[in-house]
């Protein structure tokens, strides 16, 4: 059965860092397309940063890039989040997602982890 | 960046009877789309991918069609267990990929 387990969330002043892990089991990781979700409080879903199963590439989206670095350690079965100069807007649960690699155009993603919560506050 | 708009936002229906989800792409997405389910307090679960195929042990009476633009989540006779936040996502032009913002199926 395949689990991810996300971890380093918290509650985080304006202007300051988090790093999230995410671990997997259950399946090859190695092999796959990792992703970060986001959902703030009450709303829906929305793509953070994506990464290639080997790691050398990596996708952001915009307002997101330059402040959040994605990364991962196959060695470890575990992904990561490094975000910094956070902002109130930041606040939400983080999904760690997997992509299922049955579409060649892009991620499908067929198992996620339960989140866990960032919020940015003073 | 493509914008996925899902309608409506709240769908009202009674266990047992047909709701129809509709989702539309501001651009061509071809068949790159995809629907989750999302219960409260649960994370995602992905339903259909290809615009109608359904993923592994996803029941029949989940079903999808459409493409380039305009696609529809049926479910054909709903369970009690189907009373959730369903939302589409496009995996044609990246990033970012997009997801809609969301139809809540109800308990009329």
């Known amino acids: 059965e395949v689990q991810l387990l996300e971890s380093g969330g918290g509650l985080i002043l304006p202007g300051g860092s988090l790093r999230l892990s995410c671990a997997g089991s259950g399946f090859t990781f190695s092999r796959y397309a990792m992703s970060w979700v986001r959902q703030a409080p009450g709303k829906g879903l929305e793509w953070v940063s994506g990464?290639?199963?080997?790691?050398?590439?990596?996708y952001y989206r915009d307002s997101v890039k330059g402040r959040f670095t994605i990364s991962r350690d196959n060695s470890k079965n575990t992904l990561y989040l490094q975000m910094d100069s956070l902002t109130a807007a930041d606040t939400a649960l983080y999904y760690c997602?997997?992509?299922?690699?049955?579409?060649?155009?892009?991620?499908?993603?067929?198992?996620w982890g339960q989140g866990t919560l960032v919020s940015v506050s003073s | 960046e493509i914008v996925m708009t899902q309608s409506p936002a709240t769908l009202s229906v009674s266990p047992g009877e047909r709701a129809t989800l509709s989702c539309r792409a501001s651009q061509s997405v071809a068949s790159n789309l995809a629907w989750y389910q999302q219960r409260p307090g649960q994370a995602p679960r992905l339903l259909i991918y290809g615009a109608s195929i359904r993923a592994t042990n996803i029941p029949a009476r989940f079903s999808g069609s459409g493409s380039v633009t305009e696609f529809t989540l049926t479910i054909s006779s709903l369970q009690s267990e189907d009373f959730a936040v369903y939302y589409c996502?496009?995996?044609?032009?990246?990033?970012?990929?997009?997801f809609g913002q969301g139809t809540k199926v109800e308990i009329k």
């Open positions: 996502q496009q995996y044609n032009n990246w990033p970012p990929w997009t």
């Open positions: 997602a997997k992509d299922s690699s049955v579409a060649a155009a892009g991620p499908v993603f067929d198992s």
């Open positions: 990464i290639t199963d080997n790691g050398d590439s990596t």
